[in-house]
């Protein structure tokens, strides 16, 4: 207690050890802060990450998959299933290594690693900050140039620099997860079950991870839900995965929000689910925190070279992250909008679309964009209800 550092990253999932990585590589002194005793346990997620999502930012090492997603299935309300044969769809992780080990790229750099060490206040000066912190049940302070609030969903950095409004009812999906195990758990496809007494402003989803594990999962809009996730869960598997044994159960909650804006402000960033980064429509967010870790340190790379940490100076992370980003998570918003409205039997037209799309073909990329718009232009119940997305 009582160093400095130039950079001081707080949380180290994904977005948080992606920022310190970059920072550290750009000659700075960087230093992650962990409240956990250990990164990346317990595992919140279902582990599911695209290709693309993984392979832009690290070659993947054997030891974070767990299995390789060939392609899905969409079971509809009424029992229609579309099937989409993807073959390099993606990975489901084993997240404690993979987080594990991107905080180790990023100590092995040269950042400095506090587990155990919770932020508990802020403060930001002209010449500085100061992040407040406990350790072992004391209190001290940690000084900086830069902050970056990589804290997750109830992110207090973002609160503490006056970026975090409260997150509407709609813009939030609680989830619960078992990690079970059953021997009709096959590698290869991952399930998502929609409609509104499964999951109601959710899905259900089964992402097998091999050796007949798989990680059984359901999230939900609470405004449209009448129980909580884990009444809805047990369910869903007794009637999916009857006989299925749990290892394990976690519940947690993933922003389905629009990106937040402004997503930085003087000496103060924000990044991954902080930032609601993860995808609305999805909730998927690890590799939209890898990303915009790497816009963070970027910019703020930038900073360093110039000697100004001010709002405008960090503004150029928001224009990057829009550029890369922002008009896909803004449809997938409006699109998560349009999902939110519809009712069961609308729910079995697109699965019916999608399995129209999609039977006997094999394919190389899905572009969510133009699979919804597609979707949208099928019905014309659809369209009434979506037309501002055709238009985007
Ligand atoms: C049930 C569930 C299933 C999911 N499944 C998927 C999926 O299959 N694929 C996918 O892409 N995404 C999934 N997600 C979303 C994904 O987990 C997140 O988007 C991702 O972890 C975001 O990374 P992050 O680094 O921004 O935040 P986090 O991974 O949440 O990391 C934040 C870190 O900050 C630490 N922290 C918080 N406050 C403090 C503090 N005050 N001081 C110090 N440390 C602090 C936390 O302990 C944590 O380690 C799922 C989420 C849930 C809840």
Same mark, same amino acid.
């Given at each position: 207690? #009582?160093?400095?550092?130039?950079?001081?990253?707080?949380?180290a999932?994904p977005?948080?050890?992606?920022?310190?990585?970059?920072?550290?590589?750009?000659?700075?002194?960087?230093?992650?802060i962990?409240?956990? @005793?250990?990164?990346?346990?317990?595992?919140n997620?279902?582990?599911?990450?695209?290709?693309?999502?993984?392979?832009?930012?690290?070659?993947?090492?054997p @030891? $974070?998959?767990?299995?390789?997603v060939?392609?899905g299935?969409?079971? #509809?309300?009424?029992?229609?299933?579309?099937?989409?044969?993807?073959?390099?769809?993606?990975?489901?992780?084993?997240?404690? =290594?993979? /987080?594990?080990?991107? *905080?180790a790229?990023a100590a092995r @750099?040269g950042?400095?690693l506090?587990?155990?060490?919770?932020?508990?206040? %802020?403060?930001?000066?002209?010449s500085?900050?100061?992040?407040?912190?406990?350790?072992?049940?004391k209190?001290g302070?940690?000084?900086?140039?830069v902050?970056?609030?990589a /804290?997750?969903? #109830?992110s207090? &950095?973002?609160? $503490?620099?006056?970026?975090?409004?409260? %997150?509407a009812p709609?813009? &939030?999906?609680c989830?619960?997860?078992?990690?079970?195990?059953h021997?009709?758990?096959l590698?290869?496809?991952?399930?998502?079950?929609?409609?509104?007494?499964?999951?109601?402003?959710?899905?259900? $989803?089964?992402?097998?991870?091999?050796?007949?594990?798989?990680?059984?999962?359901?999230?939900?809009?609470?405004?449209?839900?009448?129980?909580?996730?884990?009444?809805?869960? /047990?369910?869903?598997?007794?009637?999916?995965?009857?006989?299925?044994?749990a290892?394990?159960?976690?519940r947690?909650?993933?922003?389905? *929000?629009?990106?937040?804006?402004?997503?930085?402000?003087?000496?103060?960033?924000?990044?991954?689910?902080?930032?609601?980064?993860a995808d609305?429509?999805? #909730?998927?967010?690890?590799?939209?925190?890898?990303?915009?870790?790497?816009?963070?340190a970027? *910019?703020?790379?930038?900073a360093? !070279?110039?000697?100004?940490?001010? *709002?405008?100076? !960090?503004?150029?992370?928001?224009r990057? $992250?829009?550029?890369?980003?922002?008009?896909?998570?803004?449809f997938?918003?409006r699109?998560?909008e349009v999902?939110?409205? !519809?009712?069961?039997?609308?729910?079995d037209?697109?699965?019916?679309?999608v399995?129209?799309m999609?039977?006997?073909?094999?394919?190389?990329?899905?572009?969510?964009?133009?699979?919804?718009?597609g979707?949208i232009?099928?019905?014309?119940r659809? =369209?009434? %209800?979506?037309?501002? !997305?055709i @238009?985007?």
């Amino acid at each position: 207690m #009582g160093e400095k550092f130039d950079v001081i990253v707080v949380g180290a999932g994904p977005a948080g050890s992606s920022t310190a990585k970059g920072c550290v590589e750009a000659g700075l002194e960087t230093l992650l802060i962990e409240r956990r @005793s250990q990164i990346g346990i317990p595992v919140n997620c279902a582990e599911g990450i695209d290709t693309k999502g993984l392979e832009d930012h690290f070659p993947p090492h054997p @030891s $974070w998959i767990a299995s390789r997603v060939e392609g899905g299935r969409l079971y #509809g309300p009424n029992g229609v299933v579309a099937e989409v044969k993807h073959p390099r769809a993606g990975y489901i992780l084993e997240r404690a =290594i993979f /987080d594990r080990d991107l *905080a180790a790229m990023a100590a092995r @750099s040269g950042a400095a690693l506090w587990l155990g060490v919770e932020a508990v206040g %802020l403060e930001i000066g002209e010449s500085g900050i100061e992040v407040r912190i406990r350790r072992d049940g004391k209190e001290g302070g940690v000084k900086g140039e830069v902050v970056v609030g990589a /804290d997750g969903i #109830g992110s207090r &950095i973002g609160r $503490w620099g006056g970026l975090l409004t409260p %997150l509407a009812p709609n813009d &939030i999906v609680c989830c619960c997860q078992y990690l079970l195990v059953h021997r009709n758990f096959l590698p290869g496809f991952v399930e998502f079950h929609i409609g509104n007494l499964i999951a109601p402003g959710g899905y259900a $989803w089964v992402f097998p991870k091999g050796n007949g594990l798989a990680n059984v999962g359901l999230a939900l809009s609470p405004p449209k839900a009448q129980g909580a996730p884990k009444d809805y869960l /047990d369910l869903f598997v007794a009637k999916t995965y009857p006989g299925a044994e749990a290892l394990g159960m976690t519940r947690g909650a993933v922003p389905t *929000a629009k990106p937040l804006n402004p997503s930085f402000t003087h000496r103060l960033l924000v990044v991954g689910d902080a930032a609601r980064f993860a995808d609305p429509l999805s #909730g998927a967010g690890i590799a939209n925190a890898l990303r915009s870790g790497r816009w963070a340190a970027k *910019a703020i790379k930038e900073a360093f !070279l110039e000697g100004d940490f001010s *709002a405008n100076s !960090l503004s150029r992370y928001e224009r990057r $992250w829009k550029k890369g980003m922002g008009r896909e998570l803004n449809f997938r918003y409006r699109a998560k909008e349009v999902f939110l409205k !519809l009712s069961d039997r609308e729910l079995d037209e697109v699965t019916h679309i999608v399995k129209e799309m999609f039977t006997g073909r094999v394919v190389g990329s899905i572009e969510v964009k133009r699979i919804v718009k597609g979707i949208i232009r099928s019905s014309p119940r659809l =369209i009434r %209800l979506a037309k501002h !997305l055709i @238009s985007i």
